[in-house]
């Protein structure tokens, strides 16, 4: 379904409310958002996504369904307590989506080429939808490098398992850096809507290596292979901690590089799970580390509340 005329077309800005957008979108009739279930022609996006303000990501269809209701209440929506949210990706079976009035809620999965692909086709909501300066966030869990487990870091500088601050694309062969760029505006302002006292758990702004591997490349000593000794394994935490980092995940680098390529501003909140200076497995309860899930998420529903409601 390729428009005529658009075989040879020369690349030139989309109008778009977001930047650096793909010319050669507007070649598709329909386009179609394979993981996300949507089409450009089956839906109307600017009628159905127009008023999205804010893109809240988070790794479960769980996690991020549980953030969609509690939203709901933070900002007043009101809706039969017997009814779910609708997941709109659902029968894609890939991510989970759900909206809830300017609050786009998605899933991401693990690592960042899970997390890419779902950036790409959300920029594309954005992009047809015509939505107005949306802000995008990630919410997760981390290993903590040194802190108290619990502790919800915003993440300053997103750098890579090499400590680059940049995102790695391999494109026809060739590897392209691309700078991860997190709003500085953003993480102020996060940082002003904790309460330290009332809280009962530290809020605190650090660099965030993001590792491509959950075992070897964040230096567990539990993974299926390990080629390293308990000395290197502490040698490489002290080194990093030296550095400025306070904890890993697996998404920070493509999120902060994807949405900085469109110039969207965005910040990334993860809570530490565990401190990885005293062990690799995560013993926490079920019961607690659903708690701590919670905080990243009522830091970024102060930050809407506030945007939307002032004070
Ligand atoms: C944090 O937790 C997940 C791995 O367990 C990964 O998605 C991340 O970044
Ligand atoms: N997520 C990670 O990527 N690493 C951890 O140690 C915990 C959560």
């Known amino acids: 379904h390729i428009k005529e005329g658009c075989n040879q077309l020369e690349a030139k800005e989309l109008k778009s409310s977001l930047f650096n957008m793909n010319p050669y979108l507007e070649c598709l009739d329909p386009d179609i958002l394979y ?3 949507l089409d450009t022609r089956a839906t109307n996006f600017p009628k159905v996504f127009g008023d999205v303000r804010f893109v809240c990501m988070g790794g479960t269809e769980s996690r991020m369904e549980q953030f969609a209701t509690f939203i709901m209440t933070e900002i007043g929506l009101k809706m039969n307590k017997a009814v779910r949210l609708t997941n709109i990706a659902a029968e894609a079976h890939r991510y989970s989506l759900f909206k ?3 609050v786009l809620c998605a899933s991401h999965g693990i690592g960042n080429p899970s997390i890419s692909i779902v950036l790409h086709e959300l920029l594309k909501i954005m992009h047809y939808a015509k939505c107005q300066k949306p802000v995008f966030f990630r919410m997760g869990t981390c290993g903590g490098i040194g802190i108290e487990p619990g502790t919800v870091v915003i993440t300053s500088e997103a750098l890579d398992g090499q400590l ?24 102020r302002e ?8 009332t809280d009962g758990y530290d809020t605190i702004a650090g660099k965030t290596m993001c590792c491509n591997d959950f075992y070897e490349s964040q230096s567990r000593m539990d993974g299926a292979f390990c ?23 697996m998404e920070s680098t493509a999120f902060a590089a994807i949405t900085h390529q469109a110039c969207i501003p965005a910040a990334v909140v993860c809570v530490t799970i565990l401190n990885r200076l005293e062990g690799d497995q995560i013993e926490a309860s079920c019961e607690r580390l659903k708690d701590w899930e919670l905080r990243p998420q009522k830091l970024i529903a102060r ?3 506030k945007v939307l409601y002032g004070g």
Do not use: W
């Open 100 to 102: 809830v009035g300017p």
């Open 164 to 187: 680059r601050a940049v995102y790695e694309v391999v494109i026809h062969t060739e590897p392209q850096l691309r700078p991860t760029v997190l709003s500085k505006d953003l993480i």
């Open 190 to 197: 996060l940082k002003s809507l904790t309460e330290p006292c």
């Open 35 to 37: 993981h996300l279930n």
């Open 227 to 249: 080629d390293y000794k308990p000395d290197q394994r502490t040698e490489f935490l002290k080194r990093i901690s030296m550095s400025g980092v306070v904890n890993m995940e």
């Open 303 to 305: 930050y809407i509340h």
